[in-house]
């Protein structure tokens, strides 16, 4: 005689007490990846296999070779949400880039950017404007036989005018048009840093109309030049104004009388280290005097090496076009020329000595390789 007992929970398989609960439910739901997994791992320490719920639209066969599959291996599929980054291929291994929309920036922002850089410019500007106006030269003395000193006096062969036309016109035109010509040009815009933003847009609007990535560019670089220069022409003249070397007209230009009235002519002053005298030449202004006294370093060559140096690595950086390369480099070698023909100059026409120009030529380069590092 068998006796029947009630069923009790734990001869159930997970499996199905969870079909209960969901057949009680109101609402029929689906089980879940947890549900399913936690289901696998009751059967697995119990010893006792997932069964699933018999269809009655299914034949018998169908039904025991489905409970044999899942028996034999339990898979779980988990649907996990899809992943912005991995689909832009973050990494490098989706193969794309993750592209995202720069922060858009007004007038405000542009006017108040443009403030602090004039401002930064405008330091270094005025220590300049301090030099020239109220500076005064350490005030060496010289011997009379020095004949380093007694060179005539001639005219500069690269003028003021001519330094500031190839030295900063030119270099501020060329950017300008060098980056223009790249916005334009398909194959410069491949080797871009930002090419990507560069699709997306600047994201910098002046008065509603959004600026193009061009003229950013433009505005990068040559405030990356002049701040340069400015640093750079700062330096040259903290040593000028520090050393007060004379320059080698000093003797020619000046003709200077003793204390006592007696000149570098006279057999008693051979020799003699003068420092206290005065310029007898009648046609020389206070600042022909001042400036006799900043020989060293050149300024001519600083600038120049600077702004020649500077473009000619700006050049080999961005201009990227290949039926340009013979023009490039032949364009460089007239900027590298121009440097080297004003150092020159400099010594030919008894401004300097050469040692003077090429500490000056050794400060602008410098400088120069300094600034460009971040161009690209």
Not at 5 to 14: E, G, H, K, N, Q
Not at 132 to 145: A, M, V
Not at 237 to 249: E, M, S, T, V
Request: with cysteine; net charge positive.
């Amino acid at each position: 005689m068998s006796s029947l007992r009630p069923a009790s929970v734990c001869d159930t398989t997970p499996l199905q007490r969870f079909e209960s609960q969901s057949s009680s439910s109101e609402e029929p739901s689906s089980p879940t990846a947890a549900s399913i997994i936690a289901a696998a791992a009751a059967a697995n320490s119990t010893g006792q296999h997932p069964q699933l719920p018999q269809h009655p639209q299914l034949p018998h066969q169908q039904q025991h070779y489905n409970n044999n599959n899942i028996n034999n291996n339990v898979k779980v599929d988990l649907q996990l949400p899809p992943f912005v980054g991995a689909a832009a291929g973050i990494g490098g291994g989706g193969g794309g880039a993750l592209v995202s929309k720069p922060t858009a920036r007004g007038t405000a922002y542009i006017f108040g950017r443009i403030i602090v850089d004039l401002s930064l410019l405008s330091c270094v500007g005025l220590t300049m404007l301090g030099f020239s106006l109220w500076g005064e030269p350490n005030k060496r003395g010289f011997f009379c036989d020095d004949l380093s000193l007694k060179h005539p006096y001639k005219d500069s062969t690269i003028r003021s005018w001519m330094l500031y036309l190839f030295c900063a016109a030119l270099p501020v035109s060329l950017i300008l048009l060098v980056e223009f010509y790249r916005s334009q040009d398909k194959h410069g815009k491949k080797h871009s840093h930002h090419y990507h933003s560069q699709q997306e847009g600047s994201g910098y609007y002046l008065c509603h109309m959004e600026l193009p990535h061009w003229l950013l560019e433009c505005y990068r670089k040559i405030g990356t030049f002049v701040f340069g220069l400015g640093i750079e022409q700062l330096t040259t003249d903290i040593a000028k104004y520090a050393i007060g070397r004379l320059r080698p007209h000093f003797l020619t230009l000046c003709q200077p009388v003793l204390l006592d009235g007696s000149t570098c002519s006279d057999a008693s002053n051979a020799g003699r280290y003068i420092e206290e005298f005065t310029c007898s030449t009648v046609n020389v202004s206070a600042k022909m005097l001042k400036d006799m006294r900043l020989s060293f370093p050149s300024g001519h060559a600083s600038f120049a090496c600077y702004s020649m140096i500077y473009l000619v690595i700006y050049l080999q950086r961005r201009m990227h076009w290949p039926r340009l390369r013979m023009f490039r480099h032949l364009l460089q070698f007239l900027l590298l020329m121009f440097a080297w023909y004003t150092a020159l100059s400099r010594i030919s026409d008894y401004k300097h000595h050469w040692s003077d120009v090429l500490a000056g030529s050794a400060i602008g380069f410098t400088y120069a390789v300094v600034v460009t590092s971040t161009i690209w």
